[in-house]
């Protein structure tokens, strides 16, 4: 099958660059949760934590990278292994996941009902990626977004890019699940449909290979969202998984395959 009848897609990384909101939010959330000397953020801080953004798994840990830069962890050493480092950081800090978490969804609340305009200002799509998803919708592929991020900011920002998906079409972090079982959840719902999922995440890709009966689900990585050189690599080597460029993203679904004549 040259074409799936539902595309599933990560937001963040996939459809919507948000580097730039990232490390605002990031630190107007380390401020109120660490409450550092200074509000203003250390010379270059917001460039090296550019980089280290594929480490992230979900919002909260973004000012725990900032606490763990501002405090002398090598960026190499947070992208090598950041997942061993999460609980010594956060036993350093006395900090609880849930207390960073509810601090990077207020700084968000506050600054959508303040000024929307300029949260949106500081995120944008990827080039291309909007009129192609425009134009599966026309050609009937059933769009839905599976993401970390909650379903209303990814309301807002489809809205603002001239996108319109129903609401139960977007998936964020309210539904509290690994996105392996909103697929499983999807394909038990419609169990003849052929379904793509594309994501910038290795592991979650993994995640996806690990359950048995999401065997038919076509899963591609994202090489332009937050990936490191090495997960890009071991896409490549995985026959499971197939890497994506973003031009191959906005041509034809049979050129993300390999085969475009």
Known sequence: MLSPDI???????????????????AWKAYIEVFQPASSTPPAGLAERFYPLRPVVETG???????????????????????????????????????????????VRDRWIGSDIDGWLSYQQFYPGVIDRLQQAQAAGVELVIISTKEGRFIQQLLAQGGMALPQERILGKEVKQPKYETLRQITAHQPEATLWFVEDRVKALQA????????????????????????????????GLHS?????????????????T
């Open 208 to 239: 996806v290979q690990h359950q048995p009966d999401l065997g038919d689900v076509v899963l591609f990585l994202a090489d332009w969202g937050y990936n490191t050189a090495a997960d890009r690599t071991l896409a490549e080597l995985d026959s």
């Open 60 to 106: 909260w840990e973004m000012p725990l990278v900032l606490y763990a830069l501002v405090n002398g962890t090598l960026d190499e050493e947070i992208l090598a292994r950041w997942s061993d480092l999460v609980p010594a950081l956060l036993a350093q800090a006395q900090v609880e996941p849930s207390t960073l978490a509810l601090a990077v969804d207020a």
């Open 7 to 25: 595309l599933a897609l990560d937001f963040d990384g996939v459809v919507c660059d948000g580097l730039l909101e990232y490390f605002q939010s």
């Open 244 to 260: 994506l460029t973003l031009p191959q993203f906005c041509g034809s679904f049979a050129g993300w395959l390999g085969q475009d």
